[in-house]
């Protein structure tokens, strides 16, 4: 289980979250909703280890990572989907999907079967250049180089962003597969309502970088969650 406790974290004067708390269980998806510019980006940077936090705790099953670096904590099984994909344009698909070793022991550094299971496209393209790809084959890309850390924590940023229906309704069935059959735990970010309504256990929606709404899927009502996301 992963919780956060009272975290604040700071860009240089500016607070960009406050005294934030929330949890992300084993076989759960949680989402976390708000508008653009709220601070839930920071919230995962800061739980991967790209942002360090002022005060407050981040516990990873029972261990404070609150000082480990993100290799450390992509290590202790912690992977990341960056908003944006960030795949390497220049290395083939392989050769992105290899950069994920960097984390595994070296008897641990292949690529699994459960990789193609679940993208399958991915198997026909392995000598193909990531720049190359189209933006949801890129987005596809990116989960399964998170997934060759063999992740018990997934935090995936805005993973619909700009991609086509059917790559979402595949990106929907994949995060369902991992929560339900490998007992991950699933953390993102999501705009879309309409995908992560049907899709997430839990929410928090964030607004001005604190915690104003949350709770599992039933005690969540619409109306409330959706005037956190209108402008």
């Not at 993100?70 to 944006?84: C, D, E, L, T």
Request: glycine share 8%; aromatic share 6%; hydrophobic share 40%.
């Amino acid at each position: 289980m992963l919780e956060i406790n009272n975290v604040d974290l700071f860009y240089g004067a500016s607070q960009a979250l406050k005294s934030i708390s929330m949890r992300s269980y084993p076989g759960k998806i949680t989402c976390i909703m708000g508008r653009n510019g709220v601070g839930k980006t920071s919230i995962l940077k800061a739980i991967v280890g790209h942002k360090p936090i002022s005060s407050g705790t981040i516990i990873w099953e029972k261990i404070n990572i609150s000082n480990y670096s993100s290799n450390q904590r992509a290590k202790s099984g912690i992977a990341y989907v960056p908003q944006g994909r960030e795949i390497f344009p220049l290395l083939t698909v392989q050769e992105n999907l290899q950069t994920g070793f960097s984390a595994l022991q070296k008897k641990d550094r292949f690529i699994q079967d459960e990789i193609f299971e679940l993208f399958p496209i991915l198997k026909n393209m392995l000598k193909r250049k990531g720049g190359d790809l189209s933006g949801g084959q890129q987005q596809q890309l990116s989960i399964a180089r998170a997934l060759i850390t063999r992740p018990r924590l997934l935090v995936l940023d805005e993973p619909t962003e700009g991609i086509q229906p059917s790559i979402i309704k595949n990106i929907d069935k994949v995060i369902r597969f991992l929560a339900k059959n490998n007992n991950m735990a699933i953390l993102l970010v999501e705009q879309y309502f309409e995908f992560a309504k049907n899709l997430a256990d839990n929410f928090v929606v964030i607004e001005r970088g604190e915690v104003v709404l949350s709770g599992n899927r039933n005690e969540m009502i619409e109306e409330d969650v959706r005037k956190h996301l209108t402008i």
